[in-house]
């Protein structure tokens, strides 16, 4: 008997009990992806309701994909999208909360504190002024450990339109922003 995704969801439909494995598995990173998205305490609710809408969506599962996350951030996404208005104010927090990057000197790391903070309301503005078809794209990227492929899935779009989006989010930041960080060459 074999352990992907597809065998779970499939055992699930006659004996529902099988579908536990596939939120054992995946709950973690669809719950970060959510919590980076929403916060913490909307993540909590948005992961539940990600799986409930997974189980009751199961029969209509692509039994050919072996892997459930990319269908899982596709659910998690759509559902972040019916609450635009919560992620709109979590993308505000966003430029009052620079994280800190480890592995540098206190100095340059304050620096880049400083130089992240003064950056992020930019940010979260660029962030706002993107379609929600080419910001999905981006957080899913960004914040996901799915590659072009697995975002294409979650998304609903053939791969090179993910690519497209990608390509026209980096153009579009990094004239926004005047900077030349944004790398093309980043794909996974």
């Not at 992806?33 to 305490?41: H, I, K």
């Not at 609710?45 to 596709?74: H, V």
């Amino acid at each position: 008997m074999s352990n992907s995704d597809a065998d779970a969801v499939a055992r699930s439909i006659e004996r529902p009990s099988a579908f536990a494995i596939l939120f054992d598995r995946h709950y973690p990173a669809i719950w970060r992806y959510l919590c980076r998205r929403a916060g913490p305490t909307a993540a909590d609710d948005l992961a539940g309701e990600t799986f409930l809408r997974a189980f009751a969506g199961r029969a209509r599962y692509d039994g050919g994909q072996l892997d459930a996350r990319p269908w899982l951030y596709g659910i998690a996404t759509n559902l972040l999208r019916e609450d635009a208005r919560r992620e709109g104010r979590q993308l505000r927090a966003y430029a009052r909360a620079a994280e800190p990057s480890g592995g540098a000197g206190e100095t340059e790391d304050a620096e880049r504190r400083v130089d992240a903070q003064a950056l992020a309301p930019r940010v979260v503005a660029a962030l706002a002024e993107l379609s929600p078809a080419d910001r999905d794209a981006l957080l899913l990227l960004a914040l996901t450990d799915l590659d072009y492929d697995g975002i294409a899935i979650a998304t609903g779009v053939p791969v090179g339109t993910v690519r497209s989006r990608l390509h026209r989010v980096r153009r579009r930041l990094r004239l926004e922003l005047g900077y030349e960080f944004v790398s093309e060459g980043s794909a996974r």
